[in-house]
Every structure is written in structure tokens, then in C-alpha cells.
């Protein structure tokens, strides 16, 4: 699902949010404000998004959102929590909240920034993260994470991309129709080990829980893997994800990204990941759910992985 926002919206878009970016107003109000100013221009296609993301494709394009040009020159490298939104992080929130995701952030990732900064670090080259330079495979994030707290959707908003480095989704009822019915049952088994991510390193010691690859829930198909990372228990779970990797890369949509891009997915539907990045890109990201408070950082450290 593809929307496009005329320029004469876009502007008008933009000034509304520009009274919101203020240093005094809490940032749970700035996205409840940046979310109602969403919903004058992408109103009519919220049905259709929330239908899209549980029922659908699972993910959404929307061109011409606004950005911070003016911003362009600031260092995306530093992470810092949010005291004042820019236009881009009004956006990425706003437009999540209006679909009904509320914003929310970790603890131990990312300085638990609501918004993270999704660009290549200098030091992290070879990382095999959202920090990192080299290919990034297709996965789920927060695989480890019991399903209530993991990562209802991610959205992410283009400011740059020379580096013309794209996106891969696949949406896993697109995979598990092409696999045999005994790969679907081993997939389901519980003989998957999931490992928490690299960028899950603040404080929080690394962790390994056995499950299964993909669900059916409420009559839906769900997944949870980190394809470089999952470690299967035998030989039978191993030759599983092997015919799965191939048919999920073999059916890959691959999104090209421009300045001005906002893509929502459901990441208990999707599975995404990108080639390696040779230049320029930077993207903004936030996570969403309906199981959390809007805002919250969730420290796992408290809660049931
Ligand atoms: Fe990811």
C-alpha cells in the first residue's frame, strides 16, 4: 500500500508541527499533538493502514512526509534522548500514534531513546546491526522477546539515502506458502535458540530462549528470527531454516528509499533486512504497540523476556 502526500500538503504538514517542536511540553503530548496533526492528512487512510498491517501486506509506504532539511547537518551519530522532537522524529511518532501503534523504547537499547538514529557508525562497521555497515539479513527484531513486549511494528522515515540502499521485506505468509507442510510443523516446534541482539548491550547480560520460528495466532501467521543469529537445535530444525532462508530471500520486496519516505511494517508479520551500505543513509526508526504506554521505556532488566 503506497500514499502520496502533495507538496501543498506537506508544507502545511510541516508548519503545523513546527508550533509542536518546543522544548516545554512533555513528549508524550508532542506526539499526542503530532498524532491529531497526522490525522488531518492521512485521516481518511488510517482504516485501510490498520487493516494492512494485521491483514494485509503487513507494511505501508507514505511519500512526501515532512522532514527537517534544516537538520541535515547535525551529527545522526550522537544519541540523545528526546528533549525537543525534530520535524522528522514528529512525523515518525505522530503517524505511528494516528495508526494506532503507541511509540515506545528500551532501556538498554539505544540509551533508550524513543527514536532511534539508524545510520552506519564509524566504529561499528562491522557490526551486524542498524549500527553497522555490512549486510544485515533478514530478521524480526527483539526475536528473544516474549511476544508481549517485543516490537509490534517498526517505523522508519527516510532523511538520506545516496548510499541507495534498500530495504528487504517479506511477509511470512508469503514463505510459509511456499514450504512443505512437515517444514511448517518444524518450524513451529520448539527447536530454535534465540539470541538477544548486539544493540541490546546496556546493562543487560546476553540472552538465549528456546522457541519456535513461526506461530499461528488468532488465525494469523507470525515470525520471530534473527536469520544470522538463530541457532538451530538438530539437524532436521537446521535443514527447516535453511529451505526457509532461501524461500524468504527468494521472495524479498525491495523498498528504495528517498528523503521524505515513511514505511510502517508489522514485525510480527515481516521479516526485513538490507544489503551492505557503501555511502550516505540515514533513517529514523521507532517502535509500536497497543500493549504499551505511549512513550514508556521498557527496561528488561524488570520484565519477562
Ligand atoms: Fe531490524
Known amino acids: 500500500m503506497k500514499i502520496i502526500i502533495d507538496g501543498p500538503s506537506a508544507n502545511a504538514w510541516l508548519l503545523e508541527l513546527k508550533n509542536v517542536s518546543v522544548d516545554e511540553v512533555e513528549v508524550s503530548e508532542q506526539i499526542r499533538l503530532a498524532s491529531d496533526i497526522a490525522k488531518k492528512y492521512i485521516g481518511n487512510h488510517l482504516p485501510n493502514i490498520k487493516d494492512e498491517l494485521k491483514y494485509g501486506s503487513g507494511y505501508i509506504l507514505i511519500k512526501g512526509v515532512p522532514i527537517d532539511l534544516e537538520t541535515s547537518g547535525v551529527d545522526p551519530r550522537l544519541e540523545t534522548k528526546i528533549e525537543c522532537p525534530s520535524i522528522s522524529e514528529l512525523s515518525l511518532l505522530g503517524i505511528t500514534a494516528a495508526s494506532g501503534l503507541r511509540p515506545f523504547s528500551y532501556a ?3 540509551m533508550g531513546s524513543l527514536v532511534h538514529e539508524v545510520v552506519p557508525k564509524p566504529d561499528c562497521g562491522n557490526s551486524v546491526s542498524s549500527d553497522g555497515f555490512v549486510e544485515f539479513k ?8 516474549n511476544r508481549a513486549i517485543r516490537p509490534e511494528t517498526l517505523s522508519l522515515m527516510c532523511l538520506n539515502n545516496d548510499a541507495q540502499t ?3 521485506l ?3 505468509d508469503d514463505v510459509v506458502h ?9 518450524l513451529s516446534s520448539l527447536n530454535y535458540m534465540h ?4 544493540t541490546f548491550g546496556f546493562g543487560v547480560k546476553s540472552k ?12 494469523s501467521w507470525e515470525v520471530k528470527v534473527a536469520t544470522h543469529n538463530t541457532e538451530p537445535c538438530g539437524f532436521e530444525a537446521e535443514s527447516a531454516l ?14 528504495s528509499w528517498e528523503p521524505g519516505d515513511f514505511v510502517i511494517f508489522s514485525n510480527l508479520r515481516c521479516l526485513h533486512g538490507r544489503g551492505s551500505i557503501s555511502g550516505r543513509r540515514w533513517l529514523k526508526r521507532c517502535y509500536g504497540s497497543r500493549n504499551m504506554v505511549c512513550g514508556s521505556v521498557v527496561d528488561l532488566n524488570d520484565s519477562v523476556v
Request: glycine residues 6%; positive net charge.
Open 108 to 110: 538498554q537499547e539505544k
Open 138 to 145: 533478514l530478521h524480526a527484531d527483539g526475536a528473544y522477546l
Open 166 to 168: 534498500k530495504t528487504n
Open 170 to 172: 517479506i511477509l511470512i
Open 178 to 186: 511456499g514450504m512443505s507442510r512437515n517444514d511448517v510443523d518444524i
Open 195 to 198: 539470541v538477544s541482539p548486539e
Open 208 to 219: 538465549k530462549i528456546k522457541s519456535s520460528i513461526i506461530d499461528r495466532v488468532d488465525g
Open 242 to 255: 535453511t529451505r526457509f532462508i532461501h524461500m524468504a530471500n527468494s521472495k524479498v520486496n525491495a523498498i
